[in-house]
């Protein structure tokens, strides 16, 4: 079978959409990925890339065909939008000279922004070929609740795509059940049922940790608590932030792995509340992330309150899970009960800070008995539900 697929993000950035690309190319299928360069998380463009160079690649039996992009900087405003906005633009060049006619289905992983999937409706509607739609993201509701962006005017017109892309898909697959409402409302009437196709972890974390590779960094001795991941303004910080000096000199170490747009505020925050306890160790590729969870006693997840938070499950439950980890979460709606349901963690409401020092108190003062016992439901309900 011949496959584009279609996602402003790829190798050698990390989504879960890489693995399906690879995956179908060493199953015997022809895969071709319309990309733009890596620039995401970082903001600016990987080693050996940029903005007209390598406009081709070949990377384990999938041909890489990648637009030029103004990269996203600090992932802020004027900046994010025209990332955004290039890789659409250059997309849509991209579809009419460069990709060709040559296939029989078409994959979108869908993430933000929506519409990164437009270049996937665009080569549909010219080789009337099936789309298939993997969605990662919500909107119109990521637009409201990642950003102050509040005008009925911008909204509408998003909301409009949002309707113009899944009516083109002709079978929508969710990467959490709560997003069947949103979708069904998008559809307008059309009667074609999202399918449930959940995250899972990379292979990475399902491997035993290297026991032989050092650490770049150093961990401190203590009950090691880590975040690892995205930085930003949805994760909730402040809650973290709180509840870690709630628990200063009781042992206790807050650890992030990761970058985003609160790393400047994470740290000054630090410094001015005299935050001992929280250490931030910047990013790190995937391929380290297993012997920095080795390394924490229990891993934590975190997302504000917000009703689009609400109907999400973080991809990083997944890596927690199968890395055999105890989670603490700072959560509400499908992740809280996903995670409640494992008997691997402990679930807490958004913005409680008493709680969830009270959690985190709670799962140190575990003997390490118990708290393997709770690592090794968390691997099985992985096993149950993810792989």
């Known amino acids: 079978m011949r496959i584009l697929f279609v996602s402003q993000y790829f190798w050698p950035e990390s989504f879960r959409g890489n693995e399906i690309a690879f995956e179908l190319a060493s199953r015997g299928h022809q895969v071709t990925v319309l990309t733009a360069k890596p620039n995401y998380p970082n903001g600016h463009f990987f080693k050996g890339y940029s903005f007209f160079r390598p406009r081709e690649e070949l990377v384990q039996g999938v041909r890489i065909i990648r637009t030029p992009i103004f990269p996203r900087g600090n992932g802020r405003g004027l900046l994010l939008l025209v990332n955004y906005a290039s890789f659409v633009f250059f997309s849509f060049w991209a579809t009419l000279f460069r990709l060709g006619r040559n296939y029989d289905a078409i994959f979108v992983q869908q993430l933000s922004p929506v519409f990164a999937a437009l270049p996937g409706v665009w080569m549909k509607q010219r080789l009337g070929i099936p789309l298939v739609l993997w969605v990662l993201d919500l909107w119109p509701e990521s637009i409201t609740a990642a950003s102050k962006v509040k005008s009925p005017v911008v909204i509408g017109w998003v909301t409009r795509i949002v309707q113009k892309i899944y009516r083109s898909s002709d079978v929508i697959?969710?990467?959490?059940?709560?997003?069947?409402?949103?979708?069904?409302?998008?559809?307008?009437?059309?009667?074609?049922?999202?399918?449930?196709?959940?995250?899972?972890?990379?292979?990475?974390?399902?491997?035993?940790?290297?026991?032989?590779?050092?650490?770049?960094?150093?961990?401190?001795?203590?009950?090691?608590?880590?975040?690892?991941?995205?930085?930003?303004?949805?994760?909730?910080?402040?809650?973290?932030?709180?509840?870690?000096?709630?628990?200063?000199?009781?042992?206790?170490?807050w650890l992030?792995?990761?970058?985003?747009?609160?790393?400047?505020?994470?740290?000054?925050?630090?410094?001015?509340?005299?935050?001992?306890?929280?250490?931030?160790?910047?990013?790190?590729?995937?391929?380290?992330?297993?012997?920095?969870?080795?390394?924490?006693?229990?891993?934590?997840?975190?997302?504000?309150?917000?009703?689009?938070?609400?109907?999400?499950?973080?991809?990083?439950?997944?890596?927690?899970?199968?890395?055999?980890?105890?989670?603490?979460?700072?959560?509400?709606?499908?992740?809280?009960?996903v995670l409640s349901a494992s008997g691997g963690g402990m679930a807490v409401a958004p913005g409680n800070v008493p709680e969830l020092a009270k959690a985190v108190l709670a799962v140190r003062g575990l003997s390490e008995t118990e708290r393997h016992e709770m690592a090794k439901k968390s691997r099985r309900y992985y096993d149950d539900n993810f792989d």
């Not at 940790?209 to 090691?224: C, D, I, Q």
């Not at 997302?303 to 980890?325: C, E, H, I, W």
Request: charged share 20%.
């Open 173 to 253: 697959l969710m990467s959490s059940r709560s997003f069947a409402g949103s979708i069904r409302s998008n559809l307008c009437g059309v009667d074609k049922p999202p399918e449930y196709f959940p995250n899972w972890a990379e292979e990475v974390f399902l491997r035993p940790p290297n026991s032989e590779a050092p650490l770049p960094v150093t961990l401190p001795k203590g009950f090691n608590l880590m975040f690892a991941g995205n930085l930003g303004e949805a994760q909730d910080f402040e809650t973290i932030l709180n509840a870690a000096e709630l628990t200063l000199g009781q042992d206790v170490n």
């Open 256 to 337: 992030l792995v990761g970058t985003g747009r609160k790393v400047q505020w994470i740290e000054d925050q630090v410094r001015q509340r005299s935050l001992a306890n929280v250490f931030l160790f910047g990013h790190h590729p995937i391929e380290t992330m297993p012997r920095f969870f080795a390394g924490a006693d229990a891993m934590l997840l975190s997302l504000g309150d917000n009703p689009l938070f609400r109907l999400t499950v973080p991809a990083k439950l997944q890596a927690y899970m199968a890395s055999s980890k105890v989670i603490i979460g700072v959560l509400a709606g499908e992740g809280a009960e």
